[in-house]
């Protein structure tokens, strides 16, 4: 099982590019593509879930280009996209038996997944309801539902906690943990706690090009030794910022703690262990510069 994205390009009317030789290899497991919005993350979704046909370069799903033979990926496919729609006149249970009839599912196959699925994504009780009177949390998980109708091998979800509660998103979050060990998972969203929390891998994207691709363990490497707490009064905030990467603050009794991103301390700051959001701003940040140079 193996997914290989081959210098793909994406350019739309205007002649604005979305993608620009992007590149990269997937075999089983859970990735997180973390950019933020506009970098082009929706557009490689739509490109892999064989919607829009790239300008440049390929996409092959165990070797065979996906463009030329689009239903062997189609078949094994789930995705989730950014903007999902539902038909608000049937309940949930007739618009995933649609959905699996489409997908070619046979009547008991479909029947015994549609209750799988319902009691794990937590809408059994409204199972009966039409859809237009469920929340945006509540379509979010019929959407959740759908991409696993076929059990897929390749699942991608774009932006998929938009609309949950917290307690739905840990669970959503715990969901794709799990599915990543038999299968490519590719969550696609601009929530570094999202990715923390599910991704064994973790690609960057800004500006339509991949920045960095490492685990999650290598991205904290880079910004070891490069982040400090530093307290200063609110009045020198804004100036510290025009100087330094900062990338949190809190206020507190004694002033400002604001977290900074530096190769050396401002006076008197101390250092701090990194996250995720630390190695994440840190890349962001080298890329434009590099881009402005």
């Not at 009794?253 to 630390?278: C, F, I, K, M, Y």
């Amino acid at each position: 099982m193996q997914l290989v994205i081959d210098g793909v390009s994406k350019r739309y009317s205007g002649g604005n590019w979305a993608l620009k030789g992007f590149t990269l290899e997937l075999k089983p497991g859970g990735l997180g593509l973390l950019g933020p919005n506009g970098a082009g993350k929706t557009t490689l979704m739509s490109i892999l879930a064989t919607i829009t046909r790239a300008t440049e370069g390929r996409v092959t799903w165990n070797g065979r280009d996906v463009a030329s033979h689009p239903d062997e990926l189609r078949a094994v496919l789930g995705f989730l996209p950014q903007d999902f729609g539902v038909y608000p006149n049937l309940n949930v249970v007739e618009f995933l038996e649609y959905l699996a009839a489409v997908k070619g599912l046979d009547a008991a196959t479909s029947r015994r997944r549609i209750d799988e699925l319902l009691n794990l994504v937590n809408l059994t009780d409204v199972r009966k309801r039409p859809l237009g009177g469920y929340s945006g949390g509540m379509k979010q998980r019929v959407g959740i539902a759908q991409a696993l109708l076929n059990d897929p091998q390749l699942l991608i979800v774009d932006e998929p906690t938009a609309g949950l509660d917290p307690e739905e998103r840990v669970r959503f979050r715990n969901l794709l943990s799990d599915l990543s060990g038999v299968r490519i998972v590719i969550l696609s969203t601009h929530i570094v706690s999202d990715v923390e929390a599910t991704a064994t891998d973790i690609a960057l994207i800004a500006q339509g090009t991949l920045v960095a691709h490492a685990s999650p363990e290598d991205l904290l490497r880079r910004v070891e030794g490069k982040v400090w707490e530093w307290v200063l009064p609110s009045a020198e905030l804004n100036a510290a910022k025009q100087k330094y990467l900062i990338s949190n603050t809190s206020r507190r009794s004694d002033g400002v703690h604001a977290r900074v991103l530096a190769d050396a301390p401002p006076d008197g700051a101390q250092p701090v262990t990194p996250n995720l959001e630390d190695a994440y701003l840190f890349c962001l940040s080298h890329h434009r510069a590099g881009v402005a140079a």
